[in-house]
């Protein structure tokens, strides 16, 4: 029978696996059963040792790395993890998912990008877990593990309401009856059969909750634990002795993975203008229409031209700028984690634009300062704060269609706006003709140079 603990370390039984660990120092010790279990489990694919976990360190990292991977790598091989998937592993498993919350809330706490990273692979963990079971067994083990972390019968919405907040869960996703999230089939039959004309009640259950959202909430419960968890250990760890070498080093290398991914998959990706990599913004490649608004709105529509066209543009052109070739959705933070290309390159370009309008923007409507940070993603604040990524969304540029209807005095095409069917792409397009035409300058000279030489040395000759 499948543990719930492999699906929910932090349930009663995954605590007692943590209590029988023992002596902390076995976590760097080499596992032969760990190790079986890795290069036994069905599909497992291994095309080198260095693939294989050896101890609850190693399976530690591999959690993240999976999760990275999937995330990112549009080649990534499912199978060199299936061992993260084998029920025989789950108390090897929560082990490492604990050492995981105490080195990320020990060393950079709830609000840090690898907290974050944390709580979302523990969410896709449980998913693909769920999804090798039966829908017997799926739905055994959802109902087990959601009547331990909602202990009410007939919960109200505001027991979701730190989930609401946190946007890990929405309020359309649920079936609210006078304010009572409604999860169980008799209590939603009880409630609404005589309600219900021209299907069966039992059918429209299914369509509407079934497994499938209360998996959701089960789901995004544990989710929000996992990041509760990560909060006390950091407020323990400020209070009290030094974080344990071990975790603090963990920790390391956990950031050692997040910056490796955004190396390899946070600045690649490729297009027809060839490689499109994250890099200083080069003015002479922006389009008409972002030329247009760095020189100033001297009208109106001064908002809209620098909140919602500028913003998304200035920040994707330079931190993420193949976000279309890619179509894979990404924050702020995995390209910039200090936020110190924000702050010291996009915000100043933004800020500059804004002063040049008639009047300045921020001067004339400060609270636009707001919208700006939201449409980077940082909710309605005035800064740019880790703590607050993700409360908004990071807004992808305008297309040129929505620029001709929403801002037409900004389109004034070029030659090369010709098939070109948003600004980034442009400026894609136009960075790459740029670095072309700099290389082949770059060798001519060097030709001219090799032939002056050549000519020089006959010529002594």
């Not at 087990?144 to 890990?168: A, D, M, Q, Y």
């Not at 304010?179 to 609404?192: H, P, Q, T």
């Not at 919208?371 to 980077?376: D, F, W, Y």
């Not at 740019?384 to 993700?390: Q, T």
Request: charged residues 25%.
């Amino acid at each position: 029978m499948l543990s719930v603990a492999f699906i929910n370390p932090l349930s009663d039984e995954g605590k007692n696996v943590v209590r029988e660990l023992g002596d902390f120092e076995r976590v760097l010790a080499d596992n032969d059963e760990l190790i079986s279990i890795v290069t036994e489990s069905r599909s497992q694919e291994i095309s080198d040792d260095s693939f294989i976990p050896r101890n609850y360190i190693d399976l530690a990292i591999k959690r993240i790395e999976w999760y990275v991977k999937k995330k990112n790598d549009r080649n990534f091989d499912n199978n060199i993890y299936e061992f993260l998937f084998n029920p025989e592993i789950y108390k090897f498993d929560i082990i490492s998912y604990y050492l995981l919350c105490q080195a990320v809330g020990a060393k950079y706490g709830s609000n840090s990008r690898e907290s974050r990273v944390l709580v979302e692979s523990q969410g896709k963990i449980m998913e693909y877990r769920l999804g090798k079971l039966s829908k017997s067994e799926q739905t055994l083990a959802v109902n087990n593990i959601l009547n331990s972390v909602v202990s009410l019968s007939h919960p109200r919405w505001t027991f979701f309401e730190e989930l609401l907040g946190s946007k890990k869960l929405r309020l359309h996703e649920m079936i609210l009856d006078n304010g009572e999230v409604i999860l169980d089939k008799d209590d939603f039959l009880e409630r609404f059969s005589s309600k219900i004309h021209g299907r069966k009640p039992d059918k429209m259950y299914e369509a509407l909750i079934g497994t499938r959202v209360k998996e959701l909430v089960m789901i995004k419960m544990v989710m929000q634990n996992t990041e509760d968890y990560i909060s006390n250990v950091s407020a323990k760890s400020q209070r009290e002795i030094e974080p344990n070498p071990i975790l603090l080093q963990l920790a390391d290398k956990i950031s050692e993975v997040l910056a490796e991914s955004a190396r390899s998959y946070g600045f690649g990706g490729g297009s027809r203008g060839g490689s499109i990599r994250a890099s200083a913004l080069n003015p002479k490649a922006f389009p008409p229409c972002v030329k247009n608004v760095m020189e100033g709105i001297k009208s109106g529509g001064r908002n809209d031209a620098i909140i919602m066209f500028l913003t998304p543009f200035i920040s994707y052109a330079r931190l993420y700028p193949s976000v279309f070739s890619e179509n894979i959705s990404k924050r702020v933070s995995d390209i910039d984690p200090n936020l110190s290309v924000v702050e010291g390159e996009v915000m100043p370009l933004i800020f500059g634009a804004a002063e040049r309008c008639t009047p300045p923007l921020f001067e004339d409507q400060p609270q636009d300062k707001v919208n700006l940070i939201a449409k980077l993603g940082f909710g309605m604040h005035e800064t740019a704060d880790l703590k607050n990524e993700g409360q908004t969304t990071w807004y992808t540029p305008m297309s040129c269609e929505k620029v001709k209807l929403h801002l037409p005095s900004l389109c004034k095409p070029d030659e090369h706006c010709k098939k070109i069917g948003n600004p980034l792409s442009y400026y894609n397009r136009m960075t790459w003709i740029i670095r072309k035409e700099s290389q082949q300058s770059t060798g001519n000279e060097a030709g001219k140079t090799e032939a002056k030489t050549s000519k020089t040395q006959k010529d002594s000759k």
